[in-house]
């Protein structure tokens, strides 16, 4: 038993290395979540579940293509907003609290060095990308909102990877693939946000939960 006493406090020093080096308190729960929101979120746009407008069905595919009246589409556009909106804070507010939480337990401030690096890593292609969507939409090109907002998520996940779980940097790569098939697929990049931002973030929260948040 004394032996192996130094050996645990070796593997305690590095734990504690490791969690003050790294932002490691999302929760895998938290993760696999906002895949959920985002999978009901978007498969209600993409496949039009129970929506129509002054009795006027407009698809996804009439909205990208621009086939309909303009106030209708316009009002699908405002709808396809408001959820990706809702799905946004709904998203950050289960993070935030979850990752509160774990860090309670572990006894580590959740604003620490760790934290505002991968938050600046994360959010500097996040802001630019909405930046350059808010430009596609001004200028009609509804197509290739969906692909951007998965190319700069991707771009993002990579940067902050360094800064938190390496396995982010596998998810990243995954979602700047989807965002350039469907860029070049022009009208499928909602389908494509479902598989990067709905089933992508299950699998990884479902990861994460298995590999980090279990022990």
């Known amino acids: 038993m004394k032996n192996s006493k130094p050996e645990n406090d070796i593997d305690l020093i590095k734990d504690l290395m490791e969690k003050s080096s790294k932002f490691s308190n999302i929760s895998g729960i938290a993760v696999l979540f906002t895949g959920f929101l985002a999978l009901i979120g978007a498969s209600f746009i993409y496949f039009d ?29 405002k709808l396809l907003i408001s959820i990706a909106s809702l799905i946004l804070i709904a998203s950050l507010i289960t993070l935030y609290f979850t990752a509160r939480n774990k860090s309670g337990k572990e006894g580590i401030a959740l604003f620490n060095s760790s934290f505002s690096r991968t938050l600046k890593s994360l959010f500097t292609p996040l802001f630019s990308g909405g930046i350059f969507c808010l430009f596609l939409l001004h ?3 509804y197509g290739l909102v969906a692909p951007a907002t998965l190319i700069f ?40 946000w479902i598989i990067g931002f709905g089933i992508g973030h299950i699998l990884f929260g479902y990861y994460i939960h298995v590999k980090y948040d279990k022990k």
Do not use: R, W
Request: aromatic residues 16%; glycine residues 12%.
């Open 153 to 192: 998520y991707g771009l993002g996940l990579i940067s902050c990877s360094k800064y938190s779980y390496y396995e982010l940097e596998f998810l990243g790569y995954l979602e700047l693939v989807l965002g350039f098939i469907a860029s070049y697929f022009m009208g499928t990049g909602l389908l494509f």
């Open 139 to 141: 200028h009609q090109m």
């Open 49 to 77: 579940i129970g929506f129509s407008i002054s009795e006027v069905h407009i698809s996804y595919n009439q909205l990208i293509s621009q086939n309909g009246k303009p106030d209708v589409l316009n009002l699908k556009l």
